[in-house]
């Protein structure tokens, strides 16, 4: 009777602690999760910097046929309170297409990287490339 005693006292602890473990949660996903846009397929945006400091800058994007796609590409640098636009590019396209491709002389080494923000009809949505280095 007492190790039967003991077995359903050591049964209940043994329950209680499993209770107060905390198990993490979480998914890890390769893939890159976007809202539902109506308007606004798809857009990206490329940087490179090249070691006499110039930047090649490209976006491209697309919106539903016959819409009017702005974008906005900021070249972003970063500093010890976070990430400062250089230079700003404004961009119109029509027909549910649009295309930027830019140039820009880099004068201060650093990380860099693209802001692309595209709009249509009310509709929002921004990409970033990877961070780029200018040593």
Known sequence: MKKMSKIMALSLILVLCI??????????????????????????????????G????????????????????????RTSYGWVTVKTFRGTGYGGELYMGEYYQLYRKGTYRLKFTLSCDGESYSYYTRNKYYH
């Open 19 to 52: 209770g107060f473990v905390q198990i993490p949660a979480h998914a890890e996903s390769n893939v890159d999760i976007q809202p539902y846009m109506e308007n606004i397929i798809s857009g990206s945006c490329t940087l490179s910097i090249y070691s006499d």
């Open 54 to 77: 110039e930047a090649s800058i490209s976006a491209v994007a697309d919106a539903r046929d016959g819409k009017t796609i702005r974008g906005k590409i900021k070249l972003q640098r």
